[in-house]
């Protein structure tokens, strides 16, 4: 089902209420990112993982990644708050680059199986992403939009062609980015220490 969104920079109190019941029905969202479009859950309800999982049949071993407004919720995801303070998050954020940690225990199932120590966070830079999440109320756990093994898709009607009615997809009235790549991947170990797990764009 593709949702057409009236303005480029944010969705109307509607449209944000009418994502957010979806969710809650533990069914996925396509939308558009600073990078390639993206899908995502309700990160607290094991079922709506699951059934990304299995809409997309992603490799299980391959957990979720955490989209938040604010750096300053990370820290009740991550167990030693220092790594946030690293000047490539503090350059990148919001931004481009998924930040990997040692995770907190708390409620999110980033796998069906929930047995990660680790969690990838991003703080995106699309202005109505930044809103929608602010106004959510609950964690949002994403991944690309694509099927196992293939490209994300270039636009809604694709989306809509691989997955039908299972998901929504929203449809923003802007241009098209062309061949994005996936947000830059990085490792925070230790406050002095990183590793790039997968390239991309870092300032």
């Given at each position: 089902m593709i949702l057409r969104v009236d303005h480029p920079l944010y969705l109307s109190d509607f449209e944000k209420e009418f994502c957010k019941e979806w969710l809650l029905q533990d069914k996925p969202i396509v939308f558009p990112t600073d990078t390639v479009m993206g899908i995502g859950v309700h990160g607290e309800s094991y079922q709506a993982v699951c059934n990304l999982f299995?809409?997309?049949?992603?490799?299980?071993?391959?957990?979720?990644?955490?989209?938040?407004?604010?750096?300053?919720?990370?820290?009740?995801?991550?167990?030693?708050?220092?790594?946030?303070?690293?000047?490539?998050?503090?350059?990148?954020?919001?931004?481009?680059?998924?930040?990997?940690?040692?995770?907190?225990?708390?409620?999110?199932?980033?796998?069906?199986?929930?047995?990660?120590?680790?969690?990838?966070?991003?703080?995106?830079?699309?202005p109505y992403l930044l809103d929608f999440l602010s106004d959510l109320g609950f964690p949002f756990l994403t991944t690309s939009a694509?099927?196992?093994?293939?490209?994300?898709?270039?636009?809604?009607?694709?989306?809509?062609?691989?997955?039908g009615e299972k998901a929504l997809i929203l449809d923003l009235p802007r241009e098209q980015v062309e061949a994005s790549q996936p947000s830059a991947v990085i490792s925070f170990t230790e406050p002095d220490q990183y590793k790039i797990l997968r390239e991309g764009f870092i300032r």
């Open positions: 299995s809409l997309k049949r992603r490799d299980e071993n391959k957990p979720l990644i955490l989209f938040l407004e604010d750096p300053k919720k990370a820290h009740q995801y991550v167990s030693n708050p220092l790594l946030l303070q690293h000047p490539l998050l503090k350059k990148n954020w919001p931004g481009t680059v998924t930040g990997v940690f040692p995770m907190k225990q708390c409620a999110l199932y980033t796998t069906p199986q929930k047995t990660y120590n680790t969690i990838g966070i991003r703080i995106p830079s699309d694509n099927m196992r093994n293939e490209q994300p898709f270039a636009n809604p009607l694709e989306a809509q062609q691989k997955m």
